[in-house]
Structures are given as structure tokens and as C-alpha cells.
């Protein structure tokens, strides 16, 4: 089986889907610490409760279904 190493230093952009809604983001990560902004760099609030993180190859972008 192959291994998937994914380098969560440095910066990104993703969705959190949320009460509904989708919202664009961009996220930084420096010393264990992760940072979400909305595309304005307003830092976005995640709701309180459990939160799911996913993290995925942007060339498989493409493959990912948001229905």
C-alpha cells in the first residue's frame, strides 16, 4: 500500500460547508497552529461541535463531488 504524505506547513485554500452554506477559504498552518480566513483575510469562525478536516491532492480536484 502506498503511503499519502500531505505537508500541512505553509498555506492553502478549501471550503467549510457549514449551516447550509459552502464558504470559500484560505487556510495557513506554522507551528502546529491552523489558521482559516474568508477570500476578504477575515479570519472565519468554525462553528463549536465536532469539525471534519480533509485534505486531498489538487490533482485529484477534478475526481471530488460536492452535491
Given at each position: 500500500a502506498s503511503e499519502l504524505v500531505i505537508d500541512t506547513?505553509?498555506?492553502g485554500s478549501g471550503y467549510y460547508f457549514h449551516n447550509g452554506k459552502m464558504t470559500e477559504l484560505r487556510w495557513?498552518?506554522?507551528?502546529?497552529?491552523?489558521?482559516?480566513?474568508?477570500?476578504?483575510?477575515?479570519?472565519l469562525e468554525v462553528n463549536k461541535g465536532n469539525s471534519y478536516i480533509t485534505f486531498?491532492?489538487?490533482?485529484?480536484?477534478?475526481?471530488?463531488?460536492?452535491?
Open positions: 506547513e505553509g498555506n495557513k498552518s506554522s507551528n502546529g497552529k491552523l489558521l482559516f480566513t474568508n477570500l476578504m483575510g477575515e479570519v486531498y491532492k489538487s490533482s485529484e480536484y477534478s475526481n471530488i463531488s460536492m452535491n
